[in-house]
């Protein structure tokens, strides 16, 4: 069984890395892809997926996380991020941040803050395949 599972996440990974459609930063899935929430890509540790619904397209920026500041037992995670953090950080797109510092989401298109818990504070308006991938906007 555990062959069988190594087996489909080497094929999963095969079909990631051969014939993705690119739209900027983003890599785009269509509905007959593996679900990309789910899907991992080599090389990378986390991602931002939305579903584009004018065109039923999936659009998936990939990250690597940065290397927090503290040894390794000192490093946290948190239940949404996979990418770790300090005491007085948070990571968000696999970017470290301050504790009451502001940054852009990884989303492109919300503003984020760093909170003392490490959450990441956003707000929470809706993001679109232009912002996350970092189109240009046409005039």
Not at 37 to 53: A, E, H, R
Not at 97 to 117: I, Q
């Amino acid at each position: 069984m555990k062959f069988l599972r190594v087996l489909i996440l080497v094929l999963l990974s095969l079909h990631i890395s051969e014939g993705i459609d690119r739209y900027y930063d983003c890599d785009v899935y269509t509905t007959s892809d593996p679900n990309p929430y789910l899907t991992l890509k080599p090389g990378y540790d986390d991602k931002i997926c939305i579903q584009d619904f004018s065109d039923g397209l999936f659009y998936c920026k990939w990250w690597t996380c940065q290397a927090p500041p503290c040894s390794r037992d000192q490093e946290l995670r948190s239940s949404y991020n996979k990418c770790p953090y300090c005491e007085g950080t948070c990571s968000n797109g696999g970017e470290i941040h301050d504790v009451g510092t502001s940054f852009p989401c990884a989303d492109g298109y919300n503003t984020c803050r760093c909170a003392k818990t490490g959450v990441v504070m956003t707000s929470y308006a809706m993001t679109n395949k232009v912002a996350l991938c970092g189109a240009p906007i046409e005039i």
